[in-house]
């Protein structure tokens, strides 16, 4: 990829995750990446394409931050790790990323729920090798706390997303 590319991506990511996908117009990228807005189109073909670099992008970002769950054995762990998982998301380039998948969960063309079915099913493991009484629901609903915890640690509300984090390592005694 070229440095102009990567700029482009770039200044995308920035504009779409703070903005919005549907509020940003190529030539704002453009700008913001010191481009001209032909050398998009060339690139990327058009403003779908360029989301959708930034989604497989995306892709190879959440199996990095999943990974670690994925493939641990302990079962407390893999719920410890996933109690942990939001505040890997907060900190530099990354946020970006993750804003922008925050957004897009309401764009029935780009929420892609099968993507987190790893996940899930690995909690749901962990929850029935640790004899909780409903492991399907235990996982679905560790997912979702953990899911909104994300959006607080992305919104900045590290205080609170903390003080659930440290009650559900009690809860789940992990």
């Not at 690139?43 to 892709?59: I, M, P, T, V, W």
């Not at 922008?100 to 029935?128: D, G, H, M």
């Not at 992305?154 to 559900?168: P, S």
């Amino acid at each position: 990829m070229t440095e102009k590319q990567s700029n482009i991506l770039n200044a995308a990511l920035e504009l779409f995750s703070n903005q919005g996908y549907a509020a940003t117009a190529t030539s704002q990228i453009a700008k913001k990446a010191g481009v001209s807005e032909g050398l998009i189109f060339r690139h990327f073909e058009n403003k779908k394409g360029l989301l959708n670099a930034l989604l497989k992008e995306a892709d190879g970002r959440l199996g990095k931050l999943f990974g670690p769950i994925l493939f641990e054995t302990n079962s407390k762990k893999v719920i410890r790790r996933t109690i942990k998982m939001p505040f890997k998301i907060g900190d530099g380039k990354d946020s970006d990323y993750w804003k922008l998948q925050s957004i897009l969960k309401w764009n029935s063309e780009y929420n892609k729920p099968e993507k987190l079915k790893p996940l899930i099913y690995k909690l749901t493991v962990a929850f029935r090798n640790l004899k909780y009484k409903d492991p399907d629901n235990e996982a679905k609903l560790l997912y979702h706390i953990m899911d909104n915890i994300s959006i607080e640690v992305l919104k900045g509300n590290m205080e609170e997303a903390k003080i659930f984090r440290d009650f559900l390592l009690k809860k789940y005694k992990v």
